[in-house]
């Protein structure tokens, strides 16, 4: 699957810059193939049009913002969120500016710290809801913002696969002598999954620190949400009660990169464990995943037959599943079949 040559992907949410970074003025982003200026809009708002002035095709991001506008650093028309033309300096003042003087506009709004865009009027999905990260007594600790070079379905499908811990993740958390995955339980949403397991994990000395867990091996009870196409979260509480959500969107730039951003939510302090420690680790996890998943192919089949599996990689058929029945239905411009919803043992 090359993710823009499937329309039916701009029918989602993508969260696409922290928001932080858009303090610094307007800049550019590429969803989908799309490039798009963002910026700040008066009331600090995220606002997302197509990146090209409509006088002479100008990069918008490398203009300015004025007054909740963003500038053309060309001759300076101004355009707002919706991509009206609000300014041009050359015209007398008070003159019409003509209604074709504008620019496309894209749907974007802010959640959890980041700017989110939707490139359809029709989003499938609302943005995934994640009451954790509303409770007063959690902390949300932004963590990752890079590019990867792989497909947003080879991500997911790392996410939720329990065969690759013992291996991949040998040097953190895994076990080594436990490659059989933990047995999951998997409910297929409309658009999603939902998977528990419980997973046997070792805790090296750092991790004894961060969780306060001082034995060298302990349990996850893992809650995962997949949300198609590309956002997971990955809830994990452990025996003591700590909680450590960790949201991650594999963004797609193009067929050939994704936009990691991951951030995680947790229920302790700063005293238990420090923001700095908990991204250190967590960075080494994700290295790990990430050296071997940009040597995956990036064209990712969808048809199950292409690939060989184990039971273990029954999520990612389901994804698999979902997305081909999407792409299909958008195809043939039907109306949408759910997946028959219900739990499964593997
Ligand atoms: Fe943007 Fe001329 S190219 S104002
Ligand atoms: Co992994």
Redesign the pocket.
Known sequence: MLVTQEPVLRRFWYPVMPLAQLMDGPQSFTLLGQPLVLWLDRDGKPAALGDR?C????KLSMGTVNDGCVR?P????SFDGAGTCTDVPQLDPGAAIPKTYRVTAFQCAERYGYAWVCLSDDPLLPIPEIPEAEAAEHRLIPQFYEPWQCSGLRVMENSFDNAHFSIVHAESFGVTEQPKPAKSEIVSLELGLKVYATVPVVNPPIQQQLLNIPDTLTVRQVESTWYAPFSRTLKITYPNGLMHLIFTAATPVSDRTSQIVQFCIRNDTEADASTESIIAFDRQVVDEDKRVLESTDYDTPIDIAAEQHIPSDQPGILMRRQLSMLIRSEHSNHKLVPEKQGATQV
């Open positions: 002035c006088h002479r095709s100008a053309c060309y001759h300076g028309w």
